[in-house]
Every structure is written in structure tokens, then in C-alpha cells.
């Protein structure tokens, strides 16, 4: 049997896909489009019981969530070790990077995004500009200087290392590539150039 990606449309599971592009293990992908509402189709509740998205089926195996499975396919399927780490220290910092990702990062630029709707749709139209106010000012008030160490972080990280795990290319690096093109999108990206540089090398990798 072959691994099944189901991907739901802008989600993270591109993570998942680049995963197995890297070793070049065989997938296939099933697609779901969200709903009118942004949020994920009922159908992907049959997959897993949170419906949401990344999740992968091997053979009778459920995965779910982004460090797990980027974690299980390397385990299983990295049998060239392009990705795999051996050294102590390069170890300790994928697994930082791999966990800070979704625990400390990625929920400051989820309020970001949800701030940043709340003078659209599908807020009641009568209720946006008062919407749009509130949301820019608690982002300017609290969320934007929430994200500045974070940023000034990560840019320290990489102005000295070329990859999150230090020398080599790892899964921490795919975990990242979410939120830095979030950041980028979301926040900008100017005073970020070492930030800057890691993301035109990743996206410039053939997988």
C-alpha cells in the first residue's frame, strides 16, 4: 500500500509533501477543499476523529500532526539518511525547532491572521469596521511586539547557522518553512535577511 497525504487546501500539509519528495518515497494525495466558512470539510473526520490537516494513512496507520509525521516518515522511510541527523547538538536543535514551531510561533501568527480578518467576512457586515479597528488595535497594542523577539530570534539563529539544525538540512528546517512564510506574508520580512536568504534556499531545493 502507498502513503495517502490528505491535504487540505492552504494547510500545512505541504510540509508533508515536501517530506517525501526529499527521500522520494512514493504518495499519493487526496484533496479537500474548506468550506465557506475556512474551516476543514466533515470528510476528514473519517480520516482521523479531529478532521484536520496534515494527516497521513500508512497502510492501517493513522498519523496526525506536523512534528509526528515528519518524524515517522523520516524514521521509516530516510533510508539514505538525507535528512536524518547523528551529532548531539545538531539533534537538539531540530528537535527545538521542530517542537517551537507549533507550540511558541505558530499561535502568535494564528491570532495574527484572525485579527487581521475581523473587518471581513464572515463577520456581519455592520460589525467589520468596528471589527477592523479592534483588530488592529490589539495587534499594534500586543500581538506585533509579541512577535519582535521572536523574529529578532530566529534572524540570530540563522545569520549563524545556514539551516535550523545547524549544517544540514533537516526536518526542522521543513517544520519552519510554515511559519517564515507566514511571517513573511503576515509581518514582512525587511529586516530579516539572513531570514530572507534561508527561504529562497529551501525553496530553491529541487523536492
Known amino acids: 500500500m502507498m502513503i495517502t497525504v490528505h491535504h487540505l487546501e492552504q494547510s500545512r500539509s505541504h510540509r508533508v509533501l515536501w517530506l517525501l519528495e526529499e527521500p522520494e518515497v512514493?504518495?499519493?494525495?487526496?484533496?479537500?477543499q474548506r468550506e465557506p466558512t475556512i474551516l476543514a470539510p466533515d470528510a476528514l473526520k473519517k480520516v482521523h476523529p479531529l478532521g484536520k490537516s496534515p494527516v497521513i494513512t500508512d497502510e492501517n496507520r493513522v498519523v496526525a500532526e506536523s512534528g509526528a509525521i515528519l518524524e515517522y516518515l523520516e524514521q521509516k522511510y530516510d533510508h539514505e539518511f538525507r535528512l536524518k541527523l547523528s551529532d548531539e547538538e545538531s539533534l537538539l536543535q531540530s528537535h527545538y525547532w521542530l517542537h517551537y514551531a507549533e507550540v511558541s510561533l505558530i499561535p502568535l501568527l494564528a491570532m495574527k491572521l484572525i485579527f487581521g480578518q475581523m473587518g471581513k467576512a464572515p463577520v456581519p457586515w455592520l460589525l467589520r469596521?468596528?471589527?477592523?479597528?479592534?483588530?488592529?488595535?490589539?495587534?499594534?497594542a500586543w500581538l506585533d511586539k509579541q512577535l519582535q523577539p521572536h523574529m529578532k530570534m530566529i534572524e540570530q539563529h540563522l545569520a549563524a547557522n545556514p539551516w535550523f539544525?545547524?549544517?544540514?538540512?533537516?526536518?526542522?528546517?521543513?517544520?519552519?518553512?510554515?511559519?517564515?512564510?507566514?511571517?513573511a506574508q503576515r509581518v514582512?520580512?525587511?529586516q530579516m535577511p539572513a531570514s530572507q536568504k534561508w527561504l529562497q534556499t529551501a525553496q530553491q531545493r529541487a523536492a
Not at 129 to 140: D, E, I, R, S, Y
Request: proline share 7%; glycine share 12%.
Open 188 to 190: 514582512g520580512m525587511e
Open 26 to 32: 512514493p504518495y499519493q494525495i487526496k484533496r479537500y
Open 129 to 140: 469596521p468596528v471589527g477592523a479597528a479592534f483588530g488592529k488595535g490589539v495587534q499594534k
Open 165 to 183: 539544525a545547524g549544517q544540514r538540512f533537516s526536518i526542522a528546517d521543513i517544520q519552519m518553512s510554515f511559519p517564515l512564510l507566514a511571517l
